[in-house]
């Protein structure tokens, strides 16, 4: 409540709520970043010597880190949806939006090209337009397998030529090999403590393979490119869903992922007594048993408990499992079927409903977390993280050294300027005085559609013009403020004359009554 009150004090506004010429002012004072205790010094003493050539120095410092410390609160996460602060997060996200597009569509280029190399190299002779290699014997498919180059031969017949497609690969993927070590010379640890990392530097070793062709042969090659399709395109999705609109979907992903592989971690083994169960019963690896070559899926304990987990999902193939004549062998399958693809898939899926439910309920709220969170990730990197904001995070990991560039950038005159993330800040040029004025009853809007209506920001002295724009339905918010706090204020006023009356009243009553007693004594 305490916050609550202090944000919405930060709102003032001019005129009648209903006027055209209504004015309000977003006063963003305390995100203002402070300068670090050895630079306060040296700031002052800067200021002092511009001041008497009538300049003004101003240090460029990240803004949303105290929105970030808010977002990871799960009590006060609730305030990001306040005008004052979504507001601030909408002109910020108009900063950074060029760096995320950019990153965007180098990944989404990146990945095209990966996947176009795979389809030419690894997919179908039909793909390419040509006809599919003649088909040859047993004998002679053991003799080239024994030589790399006429097994690579046999296996690439069909082939064109895609040296312009690897060396394109290439290219990106020294580009992105150059993002993930500027990542890691930012914070060591907080790239390590990453899973999503390790990933990411497997996507690229895993290319650089597919490039050069060595040193797997390629039929090994061809699973590697299967499995590089999925993690690629995976990692492309979850980098869409960074964007503040989509991030719900994500974290609807992210929790019912987490979900069932907690609850699987516990009910699996249901599923692999089960496995065990079928493999005893059907199995005819047994001295006089006769092999089924139609169903070998019992046969082995590994491919039993690929089959059971199949089944769990409803895969039962009911007339091709092997029972015996024995009933437990019906019994224990109907029991699978209840106890396994009845009841615990529907306690999976109601888990499932539950999560993205309670996801949908906090949808505005988790999409102003992932702006935080990407804003704030940003603005460390191009700002050179000078508050430790990067390298303090993990916390099971800050007893570590940071073991990070930072320091020496930050030392470097000309990398200093060069990495400077000026561009993204919004207190360096944009609002240099920390508030921000808006006409929100003005009919000059961007868009038609009520929701995305935009309200431009009016530029200030220093400033002459503004790109910034506000959703107006977050305007529309602090007019209900102004409207509840002059609600308040006029009852407040009503509350003082009525105790004021009441006074009078009193005061009239007790007079009356001395007046009364004296006419009774006469």
């Known amino acids: 409540d305490t916050l609550q009150e202090f944000f919405d004090d930060c709102i003032e506004s001019e005129g009648i709520i209903t006027d055209d010429d209504l004015r309000i002012t977003f006063d963003y004072g305390f995100l203002a970043p402070p300068l670090l205790d050895a630079e306060v010094l040296l700031d002052f003493e800067r200021s002092r010597d511009l001041e008497e050539n009538g300049a003004k120095h101003r240090n460029a410092r990240p803004e949303t880190e105290a929105l970030w410390y808010m977002s990871q609160s799960s009590e006060h996460r609730g ?130 393979v597919l490039i050069f062709h060595k040193p797997t042969e390629w039929e090994e090659r061809r699973h590697l490119a299967a499995l590089l399709i999925v993690f690629s395109w995976s990692e492309f999705i979850i980098l869409v869903g960074q964007h503040p609109s989509l991030s719900v979907n994500v974290t609807m992903l992210y929790t019912v992922v987490s979900t069932f592989f907690k609850f699987l971690l516990w009910y699996m083994a249901f599923i692999l007594a089960f496995a065990l169960s079928f493999y005893i019963m059907f199995h005819t690896d047994y001295r006089g048993g006769e092999e089924n070559p139609d169903y070998v899926f019992f046969d082995k304990l590994g491919t039993c408990v690929v089959k059971t987990s199949a089944m769990f999902v409803g895969e039962l193939e009911f007339s091709d499992i092997p029972f015996s004549n024995n009933p437990i062998s019906y019994l224990l399958f109907v029991a699978f079927i209840f106890l396994v693809v009845v009841v615990l898939m529907n306690l ?175």
Request: charged share 20%; hydrophobic share 45%; proline share 3%.
């Open 79 to 208: 305030l990001l949806k306040h005008p004052v602060l979504s507001s601030f997060l909408l002109m910020k996200w108009q900063r950074i939006r060029t760096f995320y597009i950019l990153s965007l569509i180098t990944y989404f280029a990146f990945v095209f090209f990966l996947t176009g190399l795979v389809i030419l190299e690894y997919g179908g002779c039909s793909l390419v337009g040509m006809n599919s290699p003649q088909v040859i014997n047993d004998t002679e498919t053991a003799a080239i397998r024994q030589s790399d180059d006429n097994s690579t031969h046999s296996f690439e017949s069909c082939r064109g030529d895609t040296l312009f497609w690897r060396i394109l690969l290439g290219i990106f993927v020294v580009c992105l090999a150059l993002v993930e070590f500027v990542q890691l010379c930012v914070s060591v640890k907080r790239y390590l403590a990453s899973v999503t990392n390790y990933i990411q530097v497997a996507i690229l070793i895993g290319t650089a």
């Open 348 to 522: 999976l899926n109601g888990l499932a409903v539950s999560d993205t439910g309670l996801i949908r309920e906090e949808a505005e709220v988790l999409s102003l977390k992932a702006q935080v969170d990407l804003i704030s990730y940003w603005e460390s990197i191009l700002m050179n993280d000078p508050y430790n904001f990067l390298t303090n995070w993990p916390k099971f990991l800050s007893a570590f050294p940071s073991c990070s560039c930072c320091f020496w950038v930050k030392r470097i005159p000309l990398l200093n300027k060069v990495s400077a993330g000026t561009r993204i800040l919004l207190f360096y040029d944009c609002l240099p005085n920390k508030n921000a004025t808006f006409y929100p009853n003005s009919s000059k809007s961007i868009s038609c559609i009520p929701y995305r209506k935009r309200i431009q920001v009016e530029p200030c002295v220093k400033t002459k013009t503004s790109t910034l724009q506000v959703r107006k339905d977050v305007l529309d918010q602090a007019k209900a403020i102004i409207l509840e706090r002059e609600r308040q204020s006029e009852e407040g006023r009503l509350t003082e004359k009525l105790a004021s009356m009441e006074q009078q009243i009193g005061k009239l009553t007790a007079a009356l009554n001395s007046f009364l007693q004296k006419a009774n004594h006469h």
